[in-house]
């Protein structure tokens, strides 16, 4: 990378989504999907193309 090599540049990572409200927004999706996943529903914010719904294998084994 040719800006690694110029005089008085300082690289440094991309940080900015590190804050509270953040985390919090990341907690309560991933519990909203977690609870959508166990009850059959839809889960949110699906990127890879598999579908948003989760699928049972072994359906002998109800959730109460």
């Known amino acids: 990378d040719p800006l690694r090599e110029?005089?008085?540049v300082l690289l440094s990572?991309?940080?900015a989504g590190?804050?509270?409200e953040a985390t919090g927004r990341l907690?309560?999706?991933t519990l909203d999907n977690?609870?959508?996943?166990?009850?059959g529903r839809e889960v949110a914010?699906?990127?890879n193309g598999i579908p948003g719904?989760?699928?049972?294998?072994l359906?002998?084994?109800p959730v109460s």
């Open 45 to 47: 914010h699906v990127v």
């Open 6 to 8: 110029l005089p008085g």
């Open 27 to 29: 907690l309560k999706v």
């Open 13 to 15: 990572p991309h940080v």
């Open 53 to 57: 719904q989760i699928r049972r294998k």
């Open 59 to 61: 359906s002998d084994f």
């Open 34 to 39: 977690l609870a959508a996943a166990v009850e």
């Open 18 to 20: 590190v804050t509270q």
